[in-house]
Nanobody, 126 residues
Framework: QVQLVESGGGSVQAGGSLRLSCTVS????????MGWFRQVPGKEREGVAS????????YYADSVKGRFTISRDNAKNTLYLQMNSVKPEDTAMYSC???????????????????WGQGTQVTVSS
């Protein structure tokens, strides 16, 4: 069973930076496409960023484009999300997810990801 564990969440002031990490238990074609989602209570989960296994293809939601950077280190089975110039509206529970041998183009769809972490809370204060 593939397991994902996030770390790096916390509290930060607006304009600051935070880096999230996600360690996956195994590197297989089932985890080639990886991504980050976020959710605020009462709202739908939002796909933030995704990356394919060779980091050749990356997707970013418009809300984070230019501020967040997704990357991965396959040798360490680790996914990252560098969050810069954070805003209060970035406050959410961030979850990493993995699934499939390829990342589908366009907006991220929850159903394309079969494995999920427990999530890490990010709180941005103004």
């Amino acid at each position: 069973q593939v397991q994902l564990v996030e770390s790096g969440g916390g509290s930060v002031q607006a304009g600051g930076s935070l880096r999230l990490s996600c360690t996956v238990s195994e590197y297989t074609p089932r985890t080639y496409c990886m991504g980050w989602f976020r959710q605020v209570p009462g709202k739908e989960r939002e796909g933030v960023a995704s990356i394919d296994t060779r980091a050749a293809s990356r997707y970013y939601a418009d809300s984070v484009k230019g501020r967040f950077t997704i990357s991965r280190d396959n040798a360490k089975n680790t996914l990252y999300l560098q969050m810069n110039s954070v805003k209060p509206e970035d406050t959410a529970m961030y979850s990493c997810a993995a699934g499939g041998s390829e990342c589908w183009p366009g907006a991220m769809v929850e159903g394309d990801f079969g494995y999920w972490g427990q999530g890490t809370q990010v709180t941005v204060s103004s």
